[in-house]
């Protein structure tokens, strides 16, 4: 027996485990009481990451397709092929025929911050979707555009707020997005306990609205309304209050005459809110000594999710609560370089567009829900050859009917990943890495997101039975540069360092060589990690220093750092930028129309569930984890329908049958289905998880419904009928 300690990679809470291990099995996993972030908090997912490594349809060994049928290979011909398909799709019809998807799982991996982007650049294609788009790049554009970075995300300062407005996010089931607290749950009661008010804006009651003070049931795809109506209130009743952001902000005025349509009685019936009540909450946060707006996916996935992350980052700074203990604060990674302070090049976004129906690229990337089309419509540069590394576009992407038909008729799809899933049964070659506990982790993207600064390394717990996933994005990145299936990894890692420590250097941290002889005692992604420590923003880290403190270092409270974390144009945090002045009335024309009536459609998310991974344990399936469709009673007595009952659910674009769930938790006009099943997929292997499929919610969302400025896809208010199925 042995015990040891690792930070769990399932999702963004980020909790330290303590696992006791009998040779190679966990025969116990407990929350580690000592890790300065979760204090020994686990959860149902984490508690099963002994099943998910064990699991007997993880994939051990690379699958190559021969005929109808995918069948195991080793390494070397799993990259030959890799190759000399490439070299057939690139030959016949140019680099730009060559995508990649990247998904979720790739910020909690190693490979994805480190050895990902060299891939993507060998790739040299413009061909660049992942799961941001059908999430959170509304808040990448916000940030870009009012701080001068994309990844500069202020969270809320949860553990010394005293007023929190939360809308469209559920973190005691999801445990947290774009804000990494572990025990959210805990930190939220503790709000509460030292006298502080939770208002939830959600059109279900979530179990994180039975923890409020308040639960407001919006109607979809309408928060963007709401939080604009506030930012008018705190004009109109002269509320605006910048506190110590009064030199380090532009665009005051003009954000007054941007608001002054969406006054709190023009956007009531759109959003069911009543005026009185979104007046309220404008004064309650404008009085709140220490007080914070965050949003997330309900808010986010819709047509104007940009406008909807705008608004709450326009109100956190128009109260003074942006930068501010207890308002909403950016965390600085032990990672991060110095803040450059000042006035910068700002965030360009429409570098490049998209082939067929010219969306922009944001970040580096064109929307995910336009790879369908980038697929199957014919001409110069259309898609023929296709990566994904940790995704499962044929259930986390819209309109996925089309998008499955459009998979399987490339000339080459190649899968980084462990099962065989409902995408990966359509590759040519399966690359599997290694399970959850045999790899490095250390959370390079969350360092940036976290309520308060620390910084963990976990060495891998058990032997990888195969290459790491550093490894073959390397070997996949030599193939994409030419270098052939047989090239060493460790030429890419040299590659990444040579490059991180040329930038170090001109930003005065010391020479290259000697930055690159402080970390020749590493290799492969500590060698990155350990130079990345040393020219972060806390002295004395290295990674030696995290391996004597398995439990992680404590970096201490979120800390004001504006004006320095700025880097846009002006110097300033941009109230009222060009784009967002510009789409600001698409907005306001909804107000020209009568409220949507109808049933709206919306996601939600499980305890034991995350995204379409996670089914396939057994302890994670049955109970509260069910594919149902979420209906007010009112509604289903209109329809004569009865709990149990399975339903017909028709959209625009597709039609499912699920198991009738009647319940007064969600409000009337509103029915909820989950995503990420639909696991009866012929050809893919995830055989506990096929006993209970579930059915794929994007079959019903529109890829035609997007964000126009930030490309996402609009997955939350999507119009259905619901009858008898017949
Ligand atoms: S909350 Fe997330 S990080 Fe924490 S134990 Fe659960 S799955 Fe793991």
């Not at 500069?152 to 996010?169: E, K």
């Not at 976004?349 to 199957?376: C, H, I, K, N, T």
Request: net charge negative; hydrophobic share 45%.
């Amino acid at each position: 027996m042995r015990r040891v300690l690792r930070t769990c990679p399932l999702c963004e809470a980020t909790c330290g485990l303590a696992l006791t291990l009998d040779g190679d099995d966990v025969v116990r996993v407990e929350g580690d009481p000592d890790d300065p972030l979760s204090r020994g908090f686990l959860c149902p997912k984490g508690a099963t990451i002994g099943a998910l490594h064990a699991d007997p349809d993880r994939l051990r060994a690379p699958l190559v397709r021969r005929g109808d049928a995918l069948v195991e290979c080793t390494w070397d011909e799993a990259f030959a092929a890799v190759a000399e398909g490439l070299e057939r799709v690139v030959a016949a019809h140019g680099k730009e025929s060559v995508g990649v998807y990247l998904g979720n799982p790739n910020v909690h991996t190693l490979a994805g911050p480190f050895y990902v982007p060299a891939f993507v650049r060998a790739l040299g294609t413009g061909h660049v979707f992942s799961a941001s788009t059908v999430d959170q790049m509304p808040q990448h554009l916000a940030s870009g555009l009012m701080f001068g970075h994309p990844d500069r995300i202020p969270v809320p300062d949860l553990d010394r707020t005293d007023w929190l407005l939360m809308l469209g996010a559920n973190p005691v089931e999801s445990n947290g997005s774009l804000c990494t607290a572990p025990d959210f749950p805990g930190r939220l009661k503790a709000l509460r306990a030292r006298g502080g008010r939770l208002i939830v804006v959600d059109p279900r009651r979530t179990r994180t609205a039975d923890l409020a003070d308040e639960h407001l049931a919006i109607r979809p795809g309408t928060d963007a309304l709401l939080l604009w109506a506030m930012v008018q209130v705190l004009f109109a009743e002269d509320r605006v209050d910048l506190r110590d952001l009064a030199p380090h902000v532009e665009g005051v005025e003009a954000l007054r005459d941007l608001a002054a349509p969406f006054t709190p009685e023009t956007v009531a019936g759109h959003c069911r809110v009543p005026a009185e009540v979104i007046r309220e909450l404008a004064r309650g946060l404008a009085a709140a000594e220490r007080g914070c707006v965050y949003a997330r996916i309900g808010a986010h996935t819709t047509a104007f999710g940009t406008l909807a992350a705008w608004a709450v980052g326009a109100l956190n700074v128009l109260t003074g609560n942006l930068d501010r203990p207890g308002g909403s604060m950016f965390p600085r990674s032990a990672l991060g370089r110095p803040h450059p302070g000042g006035r910068g090049r700002g965030f360009a976004v429409g570098r490049w567009r998209s082939r067929v129906s010219g969306r922009p690229e944001v970040r580096g990337e064109v929307p995910s829900a336009v790879l369908a089309e980038e697929m199957s419509t014919p001409g110069p540069g259309q898609l023929r050859a296709l990566f994904t590394i940790a995704g499962n576009p044929a259930r986390s992407l819209p309109d996925s009917a089309g998008l499955e038909r459009a998979l399987g008729g490339l000339d080459l799809l190649v899968c980084v990943d462990p099962y065989l899933n409902e995408t990966t049964r359509l590759a040519d070659v399966v690359l599997p890495p290694p399970g959850p506990l045999a790899r490095a982790h250390y959370d390079v993207a969350f360092g940036n997101l976290m309520v308060r600064n620390v910084a963990r390394y976990t060495p891998p717990t058990l032997a990888a039975d195969g290459p790491d996933e550093c490894d073959i994005v390397a070997r996949l990145t030599l193939i994409a540069s030419g270098a052939g299936a047989q090239g060493d990894p460790a030429w890419v890692t040299m590659g990444v360092l040579g490059h991180l420590a040329k930038g170090a250097a001109a930003a005065g941290a010391a020479s290259e060589a000697e930055l690159l002889a402080a970390s020749a005692g590493e290799s492969g992604p500590e060698a990155i990690l350990d130079l990345l420590l040393r020219t972060g923003p806390y002295p004395g880290l290295s990674l030696d220093a995290l391996r004597a403190a398995p439990s992680g270092v404590d970096l201490g409270p979120l800390q004001p750092c504006v004006p320095d974390v700025l880097s846009t144009p002006s110097g300033r945090i941009e109230l009222a930028p060009a784009s967002i002045v510009d789409d600001v009335p698409r907005l306001a024309a909804l107000l020209d129309d009568a409220p949507v009536e109808g049933l709206l459609l919306v996601g939600r998310r499980h305890l034991r569930s995350n995204n379409s991974w996670g089914h396939n344990v057994p302890r994670m399936a049955g109970g509260t984890n069910r594919c149902t469709l979420q209906m007010h009673p009112d509604d289903a007595a209109a329809r004569g329908l009865r709990d149990g009952d399975v339903v017909a659910i028709a959209s625009r674009v597709g039609r499912v049958e699920a198991p009738l769930e009647v319940t007064d938790r969600i409000a009337a006009g509103v029915v909820s289905l989950p995503h990420g099943w639909g696991h009866d997929a012929p050809g893919a292997r995830l055989r506990v998880a096929a006993k209970a499929p579930g059915v794929n919610s994007n079959l019903l969302t529109d890829g035609a419904v997007t964000d126009p400025l930030s490309g996402n896809a609009g997955l939350n208010g999507i119009p259905v009928e619901v009858a008898a199925s017949v």
